[in-house]
């Protein structure tokens, strides 16, 4: 069985078969778990909050739950494929290890550098979480696994900012 630094790289690599293996085993939900709150902790540190990084950790549990619910609805039944068939827990999984690149974060602390490590930590997790939802739904189109990430994205960010602003976490 691969080790959860193994399935990051892989998912980090964008490589389909790791996130067939994900999807598939229902034992990998705890590891994808971790990966969504070391990547919010990367985030936190990268962007110099230390002092909000488990209200972070927690929105961001919070963020994927809600945007695996959300795909899951979109793509299974406002926009599934014939051979779609899919369940919450493929999508926890996928989506989970589709955050992997969002180590990188913690880079973000470096001046000058350090947002647009942010910026392309993040354009590389929304890459991945394609991918991850292609597999997970099993599409045979990734425009429709776009469309599926686009609307779930936008979702997501109002459940996050909405949350945040909530828990008055962030820059005051």
């Not at 909000?52 to 793509?75: K, N, R």
Request: hydrophobic share 55%.
């Amino acid at each position: 069985m691969p080790t959860l630094s193994q399935r990051m790289i892989g998912a980090a690599k964008l490589d389909v078969n790791t996130y067939e293996e994900v999807e598939a085993d229902t034992k990998a939900t705890g590891q994808a778990m971790m990966v969504v709150v070391l990547s919010s902790i990367a985030q936190g540190i990268g962007m110099g909050d230390l002092s909000g990084l488990l209200s972070v950790a927690i929105v961001a549990l919070i963020g994927w739950f809600a945007w695996a619910f959300i795909v899951y609805i979109i793509g299974t039944k406002l926009l599934p494929e014939p051979q779609t068939h899919s369940d919450m827990g493929e999508l926890l999984r996928t989506i989970g290890f589709a955050a992997s690149p969002g180590l990188l974060q913690i880079f973000g602390v470096i001046p000058l550098l350090g947002g647009l490590i942010i910026l392309g930590a993040n354009i590389w997790m929304l890459i991945a979480m394609v991918i991850a939802v292609r597999q997970a739904l099993d599409y045979s189109s990734t425009g429709r696994a776009v469309g599926v990430c686009v609307i779930g994205w936008v979702v997501r960010i109002v459940v996050m900012v909405t949350l945040i602003m909530a828990m008055g976490v962030g820059p005051s």
